[in-house]
T-cell receptor, first 115, second 112 residues
Framework: KAGVTQTPRYLIKTRGQQVTLSCSPI?????VSWYQQTPGQGLQFLFE???????NKGNFPGRFSGRQFSNSRSEMNVSTLELGDSALYLC??????????????FGPGTRLTVL | SQQGEEDPQALSIQEGENATMNCSYK?????LQWYRQNSGRGLVHLIL?????REKHSGRLRVTLDTSKKSSSLLITASRAADTASYFC????????????FGTGTRLLVSP
């Protein structure tokens, strides 16, 4: 099976702009989670989507949003970009067969730079 | 917020030596996972150990879990230069959600 794919891989934006990142999960996986990685804060959970519904959300401002489509592909959007949004954004998918936490498989990430 | 700390923050060894990394966490868990990250790329899943397991092996990897001490260790035996990476532990905080809370990571450098 193909792994998790993320597009674009690199992105440069300026403050105040908005950005949309895309994630295609492993075939058959219905759960998609997003994480932000920065040198200062490390890896932080953004949100999880399952069956097109947001199941959980991390401690991020409302400028960060996401959605999931019927084919499980997911997008996340950041509006009114700030310099501090510069980060590696990682998407992960899992089968979510059980009620517990499953193994999550990560994509290569999107490196966002805000100037 | 991060679940806990990893120790050491950085580790430098020679090829062939063993590398041990420790992870401490704060809350009860359902399971704990270890991931590897090469130079700012995506995370590669290494191993998952459930809260009712004490030890698990996968190839050159051995993971232990002590829920009474809220700690885990990852041992890589006979290290290779290709093992150079950052290693992270991650827990689910016992919620059952697909939310992972990561440790601060250990940077491992294996020199030929």
């Amino acid at each position: 099976k193909a792994g998790v794919t993320q597009t674009p891989r690199y992105l440069i934006k300026t403050r105040g702009q908005q950005v949309t990142l895309s994630c295609s999960p492993i075939s058959g996986h219905r759960s998609v989670s997003w994480y932000q990685q920065t040198p200062g804060q490390g890896l932080q959970f953004l949100f999880e989507y399952f069956s097109e519904t947001q199941r959980n959300k991390g401690n991020f401002p409302g400028r960060f949003s996401g959605r999931q489509f019927s084919n499980s592909r997911s997008e996340m959007n950041v509006s009114t970009l700030e310099l501090g949004d510069s980060a590696l954004y990682l998407c992960a998918s899992s089968e979510r067969l059980t009620s517990g936490t499953d193994t999550q498989y990560f994509g290569p990430g999107t490196r966002l730079t805000v100037l | 917020s991060q679940q806990g700390e990893e120790d050491p923050q950085a580790l430098s060894i020679q090829e062939g030596e063993n590398a041990t990394m420790n992870c401490s966490y704060k809350t009860s868990i359902n399971n704990l996972q270890w991931y590897r990250q090469n130079s700012g790329r995506g995370l590669v899943h290494l191993i998952l150990i459930r809260s009712n397991e004490r030890e698990k092996h996968s190839g050159r990897l051995r993971v232990t879990l002590d829920t009474s001490k809220k700690s885990s260790s990852l041992l890589i035996t006979a290290s290779r230069a290709a093992d150079t990476a950052s290693y992270f532990c991650a827990t689910d905080e016992g919620t059952g959600f697909q939310k992972l809370v990561f440790g601060t990571g250990t940077r491992l450098l294996v020199s030929p």
